[in-house]
């Protein structure tokens, strides 16, 4: 059996593992940190352009083997397993959530209050920026002042974001350009943005943060050792006491081969699927209900916000496709007076291409060639379409959770891990008017430049999905502290996503690594 050593072993290989591996390294240097990622590692930024040229070319995936075949769950929103983890491909939006998600029992009497005062966070999301590089623009809301700048500049409009900046304005609503982890000029090793419109497949400059550039600057010099292609499969506790004392593990070139690792502390950031899923394969008998889950809520409560969205048809013109990734934001429905019905979530306006392209065939179904295609598509180019979108605030019950299924397991016959979403009563009771809220606000939006609502539609998962590890001061109802420790095991942190309690109204991955940088103190010193 092949046996490593380390100070702290990292399970998993995402951007939260990324962001921790970097800041271990600064607060403790010369500390042994293993990092263990079951996919395996993309080192080819200098192929990427060719990659997005071939997507565009022939339609296959820009990533090749970032997913693992028989490691998939049932009700996850990305399959994707590799280092760098979902960010590889992320599209770099990094918006950070507001004082009122960490209050929402204190403010509103619903879900619960995560154990984090919102001045503290709120000096993490600073580092975090600065980590990620990113460009942004001051919110115009008094709420939420900033203890310290952006790094950089907002991200600047596109003629087509101008125009509809002033078109959604006349409503009331002020709208910013959203904060993006993309480089105006080179920084970390990565290039600039070259607008290439790709952010959400393929970015060939580098410019939008991408977490395998950090783990090769880490792996260089000699700050971390990084083992890809490895599936920690369990977690082992010590004999007697309560402590974790190693991971086994296998390499997909070695199956039959086992590996173990050893080390003080142990963190997993494997993300909202694989953490809860990690612990609960981990059971023993002396922790049959799986590791880190004396309270029963190991893969419960498992969060992340609803959307709905709808299509604009306005006649102020624009011309699709000049930078069609980057967006506005409005904070504005961020906060709501407690004497009011509750409702909560953001607002975001692209530029949009619906209805626009040319097509071969007319509605009645007769064939366009020549001149006759270009008339057609003339005729459609006219004003403008105009996507909206709102991530609504939604809350989970206990039994929005994570399960173990046993008619499905991978080659080491390993059961995998099945997601149900389910919203607590509260959440249910008011849908219909959270709905009806939004779908006014768009109207709103819409009624300037003639504007009117063509399409709407709501979301059939939860975008940015956390919880299953939910942190919290009592260990009866929480998994973990707000560092990330277990209750249970005294060496064993989490850290991410699956630490929120509640999901919040926009885009979560700013807030899984500021959280995660606060870990790291602790982790440091534990």
Not at 89 to 117: Q, V
Not at 250 to 260: F, G, K, L, T, W
Request: glycine share 8%; net charge neutral; hydrophobic share 35%.
């Amino acid at each position: 059996m092949a046996v490593h050593e380390s100070d702290i072993c990292i399970i998993g290989g995402g951007i939260t593992s990324a962001m921790l591996a970097e800041r271990l390294s600064e607060l403790r240097p010369g500390v042994r940190i293993v990092v263990v990622e079951a996919g395996k590692s993309i080192f080819d930024a200098q192929n990427r352009g060719q990659y997005r040229q071939r997507a565009i070319d022939y339609g296959e995936h820009p990533w090749h083997d970032d997913y693992i075949e028989d490691q998939q769950a049932a009700g996850i929103v990305s399959m994707t397993m590799a280092v760098g983890g979902l960010a590889l491909h992320w599209g770099g939006a990094c918006n950070r959530f507001s004082e009122e998600d960490l209050r929402l029992k204190s403010m509103y009497g619903l879900a619960t209050d995560w154990p984090i005062e919102w001045r503290e966070l709120e000096k993490y999301y600073g580092e975090a920026e600065k980590r990620l590089n990113v460009s942004g623009e001051p919110s115009p809301h008094p709420e939420d002042a900033r203890s310290q700048p952006y790094p950089q500049g907002p991200i600047p409009l596109s003629y087509n974001l101008q125009t509809l900046k002033t078109w959604a304005e006349q409503s009331g609503v002020k709208f910013s350009p959203l904060p993006m982890a993309r480089n105006l000029t080179p920084f970390g090793g990565r290039g600039s943005c070259c607008v290439y419109d790709t952010c959400g497949e393929v970015c060939p400059s580098g410019a939008r943060y991408s977490p395998d550039f950090t783990f090769k600057q880490l792996v260089a010099p000699k700050k971390i050792v990084l083992h890809d292609r490895t599936l920690v499969r369990r977690l082992i506790l010590d004999d007697t006491r309560s402590t974790i004392v190693s991971a086994q593990a296998v390499h997909q070139d070695r199956p039959n081969d086992a590996i173990e690792y050893r080390a003080k502390t142990f963190v997993v950031a494997s993300g909202y699927c694989w953490s809860s899923h990690l612990l609960l394969l981990s059971a023993s008998p002396r922790f049959p209900n799986g590791l880190a889950n004396s309270s029963g809520l190991v893969g419960r409560y498992m969060n992340g916000h609803g959307f709905i969205q709808a299509t604009a048809n306005i006649d102020d013109q624009t011309f699709p496709g000049q930078n069609m990734t980057h967006s506005l934001i409005s904070r504005q429905y961020f906060r709501c007076a407690a004497d009011k019905p509750f409702v909560r979530h953001d607002t975001r306006v692209w530029e949009s291409s619906a209805g626009r392209d040319p097509r071969l065939r007319a509605p009645d179904g007769k064939l366009l060639l020549g001149d006759e295609l270009m008339a057609d598509w003339r005729s459609r180019t006219t004003g403008s379409s105009v996507r909206l979108r709102a991530y609504v605030d939604v809350h989970p019950s206990a039994d929005s959770r994570l399960t173990l299924d046993p008619l499905k397991k991978n080659r080491y016959g390993d059961p995998m891990p099945a997601i149900e979403h389910h919203f607590d009563e509260a959440t249910q009771a008011r849908q219909a008017a959270n709905k009806a809220h939004v779908l006014d606000v768009f109207g709103t939006l819409a009624k300037a430049s003639n504007g009117r609502i063509v399409n709407t539609s709501e979301g059939d998962y939860l975008d940015h999905p956390g919880g299953g590890c939910r942190m919290g001061s009592d260990p009866a109802v929480s998994v973990c502290d707000s560092f990330g420790r277990t209750h249970d095991h005294e060496n064993l942190f989490v850290v991410g996503a699956p630490t929120t309690p509640t999901g919040g109204c926009t885009n979560g991955t700013l807030t899984f690594v500021a959280l995660t940088l606060r870990s790291a103190h602790a982790i440091a010193n534990a």
